[in-house]
């Protein structure tokens, strides 16, 4: 989501996140071709997000950055359904009153805004997505920034976060499915020269796939592997022009035992992603460790924020 607020003329993007009593911040800078984390940090709030944020943005000279904040999962909706058939200008006008009939809050408590899904010419149906959250949560949001000295420039969702990462490791005219896992469950999209064409969430904690009893975390696999296989049979129904190559699954402590489980019950290749092969992260030795990897992957994502392709 776009915000009025005017950017600060730096480049990147440095991308924030509050989960619970922490903070999470990355920053990546573009220095042509490549791609630099030069900020990867989580800070203990104590329950006084403002004070922090305003002594970091003090200390840590966030203010002359353009910032995003990404917001939590219960935060916002997202929606998929056939583009109202209007001209361009109306498209997003026509879509706020379809989000109408899917939220269970006034439609002017809303706020909405609209990911384009583009298809082939041969294409029947023309999907979006639509974001929707309650203008007091990102009022909420605003406010606490603003209050800190904090300028915030966008607001992101995780979605679109994960969007970034996974065109990081797209192969040429091959799409790309990407599955991760943190603390609110799993996450699973599906990108195509850069752009989100599905998405699905799957109600597994990453606690649960690090239970010791191997029956347990057997029986999480194979639900996983169905909601994957479900999801990739509608996306080729749907989308036919899109051969996806592989999935990939974002850095996970070994003893999951889900790489292994999902290369023997789906029909792709399954890889494990290497966060640091795509993106320069030596600046950030900590980085190294796929725990942290995982913790981290949206965060980077949102810091991988670019303006012609971001809600």
């Known amino acids: 989501m776009k915000l009025s607020f005017r950017p600060q003329a730096l480049s990147g993007w440095l991308a924030l996140r509050q989960r619970g009593d922490e903070i999470d911040a990355a920053h990546i800078e573009r220095r042509g071709s490549r791609l630099q984390v030069s900020l990867c940090e989580t800070y ?9 944020l305003s002594r970091l943005r003090r200390d840590k000279g966030w203010r002359r950055y353009r910032c995003t904040m990404l917001l939590g999962g219960d935060q916002y909706q997202l ?5 109202p058939k209007v001209p361009a200008q109306e498209l997003k006008s026509a879509a706020r009153w379809r989000v109408k009939d899917l939220i269970d809050y006034p439609l002017d408590d ?4 609209i990911l384009d899904i583009p298809v082939d010419a041969n294409a029947r149906n023309h999907a979006v997505f639509a974001v929707s959250a309650r203008n007091e949560v990102l009022q909420r949001t605003v406010r606490r920034c603003q209050d800190a000295g904090i300028a915030l420039a966008a607001i992101d969702i995780p979605e679109v976060a994960q969007r970034n990462v996974s065109a990081l490791f797209e192969e040429d ?3 790309l499915a990407f599955l991760a896992f943190d603390e609110s469950g799993g996450l699973l999209t599906v990108t195509f020269r850069g752009e989100l064409y599905l998405t699905r969430r799957i109600d597994i904690p990453l606690a649960k796939l690090l239970d010791k009893d191997p029956e347990s975390r057997a029986q999480l696999h194979e639900r996983i592997a169905l909601e994957v296989q479900r999801s990739l049979d509608h996306f080729d ?9 592989r999935l990939m699954l974002a850095p996970l402590p070994a003893q999951t035992g889900l790489a292994e489980s999902l290369a023997a ?6 890889d494990l992603a290497d966060i640091c092969e795509a993106l320069d992260c030596q ?3 900590e980085l190294s460790d796929p725990a942290r990897q995982g913790l981290c992957l949206q965060i980077l994502g949102a810091a991988l924020r670019d303006e012609k392709a971001a809600v």
């Open 110 to 113: 809303a706020m909405v805004d």
């Open 265 to 270: 019950n789906i029909y792709l290749r399954v």
């Open 44 to 52: 203990r709030a104590g329950g006084d997000i403002i004070g922090v």
């Open 173 to 175: 005219n091959r799409g």
């Open 237 to 245: 129904r749907q989308y036919s022009f899109i051969t996806i190559s």
């Open 79 to 83: 929606h998929s359904f056939d583009a």
């Open 283 to 285: 600046g950030i030795p």
